[in-house]
């Protein structure tokens, strides 16, 4: 009777958001001993998927990221054209901060 004065989680649309896009490449951020911050190319052309509450990123046929979507924290870029993911990589148990940037983010 009262389903219209729940509370929508923000998170869910994001994850939403980007089930299924295609993206252009994939960025691991690191911070440097001395306080700069440098980005790896971790992988190009490929797909992020939300698959039984897991983020997974794909580049080519390897898996290049793979977080419960629960352990994570994601936002979306201020431009628009991709999101930062922060969590545990489950692949090799190493706390990541990536940038996937989407090859055509207007749907």
Known sequence: ???IFKKKNPQD???KQMDG????????????PDGNISEEILGKSGRIVVIDGEIRVMCGETD????????AKYFTLLSGDGITVSGINSLNGEK?????HYSYHRK
């Open 96 to 100: 990541m901060d990536i940038v996937v």
């Open 21 to 32: 896009r295609q993206i252009k490449y994939v960025t691991k951020r690191s911070v440097l």
């Open 13 to 15: 649309s994001v994850l």
């Open 1 to 3: 009777m009262f389903s």
């Open 64 to 71: 290049v990221f793979k977080c419960k979507a629960t352990d």
